[in-house]
């Protein structure tokens, strides 16, 4: 099972951009989806969630009121758009995938998510 995530790239700051993740496999509607982003020389963190059905989701607290999260089951994809970019959004942003996640739970943990699309680099200027 593969990721593709894209729609990354360059913004200014107060921008907008959107990017898109599916997966290359069936049985999209199984998998709770999160973004995570990993900036240089720090650890990789949540950004957001969305659990199965899409009717849960969760935001880390940085990020909250500016990005949505959300997914299309009958196009396997999930989205994460992102507004009012600040520098310190700028990173490298994963998608995966958790396709053991319990109903309507949303994982933080990236441990929890067992696949993993390659990232796509975010880069925010002032």
């Known amino acids: 099972v593969q990721l593709q995530a894209y729609g990354g790239g360059s913004v200014q700051a107060g921008g907008f951009l959107r990017l898109p993740c599916q997966p290359c496999a069936p049985h999209f509607s199984r998998a709770a989806m999160a973004w995570f982003r990993q900036a240089p020389g720090k650890e990789r963190e949540f950004v957001a969630g969305?659990?199965?059905?899409?009717?849960?989701?969760d935001y880390a607290n940085s990020v909250k009121g500016r990005f949505t999260i959300s997914r299309d089951n009958d196009r396997k994809t999930v989205y994460l758009q992102m507004g009012n970019l600040k520098s310190e959004d700028m990173a490298v942003y994963y998608c995966a995938a958790d396709y053991n996640a319990i109903v309507g739970r949303v994982p933080t943990e990236p441990t929890t998510y067992e696949v993993w699309g390659h990232g796509t680099l975010v880069t925010v200027s002032s």
């Open positions: 969305i659990s199965r059905s899409g009717r849960t989701t």
